[in-house]
Nanobody, 124 residues
Framework: QVQLVESGGDSVQAGGSLKLSCTVS????????IGWFRRAPDKELEGIAA???????AYRDSVNWRFTVSRDNSKNQVYLEMNDLRPEDTAIYYC??????????????????WGRGTQVTVSS
C-alpha cells in the first residue's frame, strides 16, 4: 500500500514563500495522480492543486498564479511551491494519492491514500 509523508510546513509572514514536499513510498509514483488539500481552522477540507502523471495540473482559483505543483518521479516526490502567502492560507496541508489518468483534479473523491499533514501558518 502506498504511503505519503508531507514535509516543509512552517510559520512565515504574509508575502513569504514555502515549498512543501510529499514523499511517496510503497509504490511507484508514476501510478498516481497526487493532490494537495488543506483544512483551515473551522473550515472544511478543500482541494488546492493536483498533478497527474502526464504532467497535467489543476488549481483552486484562490491559489492560481501563487502556487505551483510539480513532481519528480525519479525521486518519488511531489512538490507544492507557495508564493505570496496570505493569512488565509493558514491550514494543515495534506497530499493524497489517486489512480493516474482518471482526471481526478482537486475533487476530494477518488483520492484513497492520505498523508498526515504538515502545518502552514501565515502571520500578517
Amino acid at each position: 500500500q502506498v504511503q505519503l509523508v508531507e514535509s516543509g510546513g512552517d510559520s512565515v509572514q504574509a508575502g513569504g514563500s514555502l515549498k512543501l514536499s510529499c514523499t511517496v513510498s510503497g509504490a511507484a509514483l508514476r501510478r498516481y495522480c497526487i493532490g494537495w488539500f488543506r483544512r483551515a481552522p473551522d473550515k472544511e477540507l478543500e482541494g488546492i492543486a493536483a498533478i497527474d502523471n502526464d504532467g497535467s495540473t489543476a488549481y483552486r482559483d484562490s491559489v492560481n498564479w501563487r502556487f505551483t505543483v510539480s513532481r519528480d518521479n525519479s525521486k518519488n516526490q511531489v512538490y507544492l511551491e507557495m508564493n505570496d502567502l496570505r493569512p488565509e492560507d493558514t491550514a494543515i496541508y495534506y497530499c493524497a494519492a489517486g489512480p493516474a489518468y482518471y482526471g481526478l483534479g482537486i475533487r476530494i473523491m477518488g483520492y484513497s491514500d492520505w498523508g498526515r499533514g504538515t502545518q502552514v501558518t501565515v502571520s500578517s
